[in-house]
């Protein structure tokens, strides 16, 4: 399977990434779209979940935990995340109370946690980068969970048009541990308007991974190797959905590819 997946339409639970996947031993990803009134139930075994709504509202129940029309985006261009944790070895049942995706990712866990709630209020809003690669960067479940989750980090970034991130290169493979960490990661990408694009450029240094991907609407990436810069076209927005689990904790200090430090400097 390859690392890049293009968006395929259709109701229902869709996997993309599952947990048979051979480049990722940590992370695995899929798509919950929910019709109004249509429910689903699932077991998150030996998974710890995250349930971001991407768009619409929907009702969701974990153990004793039940939270009541949750969401609300049009799209996520408009307005912050709100999510549910999930911890592994538990269940949990998905009411749309309207047209609704979720975005449904999973890292690997032994240890369980107590289910939560991160409404749009509590997602911590970040300007990174300049002059051609400045972002927004909206944390979701990332310093605010410490302790209460046991692997994954998940946040959304957002390119205005013309905008490049993950730049200069980074990457997290673990290469130069401990000065880097050991972390997979997983993009899940929006683009507006729809009918634009942008571009993933994914490269090692030893030149046996040098290839870019067209962004399109509804496509995911799974990124458990090499540098990773995220750019948009002119005239379009690119956002995507991130998140990472790995055999290093969750801190976050990537490693930038020394050959474009010096942009820093400019």
């Known amino acids: 399977m390859e690392r890049y997946v293009k968006a395929k339409k259709g109701n229902g639970y869709q996997e993309i990434f599952d947990d048979a996947y051979e480049k990722l031993e940590y992370l695995a990803f899929a798509k919950l779209s929910l019709d109004i009134g249509e429910t689903y139930y699932s077991d998150t075994n030996d998974y710890e979940h995250v349930l ?40 949990y049942t998905v009411k749309a109370d309207t047209k609704v995706v979720i975005a449904v990712c999973k890292a690997k866990a032994v240890e369980k946690h107590e289910p939560f709630v991160v409404m749009p209020e509590d997602v911590v809003v970040h300007k990174r980068g300049e002059k051609q690669w400045n972002r927004t960067v909206y944390d979701v479940v990332t310093d605010n969970a410490d302790g209460k989750v046991h692997r994954i980090v998940l946040g959304e970034t957002i390119n205005k048009p013309g905008q490049w991130s993950g730049y200069p290169p980074h990457k997290h493979d673990g290469e130069f541990y401990p000065e880097e960490p050991n972390l997979e990661e997983i993009y899940h990408y929006q683009v507006n308007p729809q ?55 969750r801190k976050l200090y990537p490693y930038e590819d020394p050959d474009h430090k010096w942009l820093h400097d400019k």
């Open 195 to 249: 009918q634009g694009f942008g571009v993933q450029h994914h490269y090692t240094k030893d030149g046996n991974i040098d290839v870019a991907y067209p962004i399109r609407h509804g496509d995911s990436f799974a990124i458990d190797i090499g540098y990773h810069p995220v750019g948009s076209a002119g005239g379009y927005e690119v956002y995507y959905l991130w998140f990472m689990a790995g055999e290093t904790g």
């Open 52 to 91: 971001v709504i991407l768009t619409g509202k929907a009702s969701i129940a974990t153990g004793n935990k039940n939270w009541e029309n949750l969401g609300g985006r049009e799209t996520v261009f408009e307005d912050k995340a709100t999510a549910v944790y999930v911890p592994c070895q538990s269940n």
